[in-house]
């Protein structure tokens, strides 16, 4: 997995378990993920943030589960290789 997050995010949680290149059940999961398009879940969440719809329900609802959500998409519908 490529993430421009890895070094910012992971490496200060996860160095001690994953070292700098944590595996791809890590990234999986990973609220921060923002790489390679993993499936429909990453494909969902890109065009929320660009269209804006991502800040709107943010400010409405903070727990939506969006991120369980996409997690859930990504796993089911994943990237195909």
Same mark, same amino acid.
């Given at each position: 997995m490529t993430?421009?997050?890895l070094l910012i995010h992971?490496?200060?949680s996860a160095a001690p378990a994953?070292?700098?290149? &944590?595996?791809k059940d890590v990234c999986s999961a990973c &609220?921060?993920?923002d790489g390679p398009a993993r499936g429909l879940g990453d494909i969902v969440h890109t065009v929320?943030?660009?269209t804006g719809v991502a800040a709107v329900v943010h400010a409405v609802a903070p727990n939506c589960g969006c =991120? =369980?959500?996409r =997690?859930?998409?990504n796993e089911r519908f994943p990237?195909? &290789?």
């Open positions: 993430c421009r997050h992971c490496t200060v994953f070292g700098t290149v &944590p595996s &609220p921060h993920y929320a943030e660009v =991120q =369980q959500r =997690q859930a998409l990237k195909a &290789p």
